[in-house]
């Protein structure tokens, strides 16, 4: 009978300890990691080897440090939280804002992101994520990717002539 009973608690001190070992709170990974400075989670440390000039977005050091509110509201030195930090909420527009704060960099995400109408082209209505798709941006007015390429073309001709 006692016997048994060490197992069992044996077995219980097994698990606990293989959960203690810290992973990338991002992807999951168990290699090199590092805290990031911001909220104090154990990421990748992988920034060094971010290729320069690539777009990949394969850091995860790097991605929650670019893309996140998290990061932001640090290092603009806001007070409290950034879930409900008022200054964060009005440096961005509210698409970019609920990017910002739901997107997979975040390791919280915001809980109830504010609601905002899609970004559409000015020019030929197709919905632009802000986030995500390649865009440019005049006054209010945003482009897709392709009818900026387009707009860029003729500004460069009338420029020219
Ligand atoms: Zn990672
Ligand atoms: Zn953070
Ligand atoms: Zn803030
Ligand atoms: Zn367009």
């Known amino acids: 009978m006692a016997h048994r ?3 069992i608690i044996n077995k219980d001190h097994k698990t606990k300890s293989s959960k203690g ?9 168990t290699g090199k990691l590092t805290k ?15 290729v320069l000039f690539s777009y990949a977005q394969n850091s995860c050091y790097r991605n929650h440090d670019r893309y996140t509110l998290c990061s932001y509201h640090y290092h603009e030195g806001h007070p409290g939280d950034w879930k409900d930090c008022p200054k964060c909420r009005e440096d961005f527009e509210t698409e ?8 997979e960099y975040n390791f919280e995400k915001l809980e109830n992101p504010p609601d905002y109408e899609p970004t559409k082209c000015s020019k030929c209505g197709k919905i632009i994520k802000l ?12 482009l897709c990717e392709k009818c900026g390429n387009l707009e860029l073309q003729k500004v460069l ?3 020219k002539a």
Do not use: A, F
Request: charged share 30%.
């Open 157 to 159: 001709r009338q420029s």
């Open 5 to 7: 009973k060490k197992q």
């Open 131 to 142: 986030g995500e798709d390649g865009h440019t941006q005049t006054g209010n007015e945003y």
């Open 96 to 103: 970019m804002y609920v990017w910002y704060g739901t997107n």
């Open 21 to 29: 070992r810290p992973r990338c709170g991002l992807c999951g990974k």
């Open 36 to 50: 990031t400075e911001c909220c104090d989670q154990w990421i990748c440390d992988d920034e060094d080897q971010y």
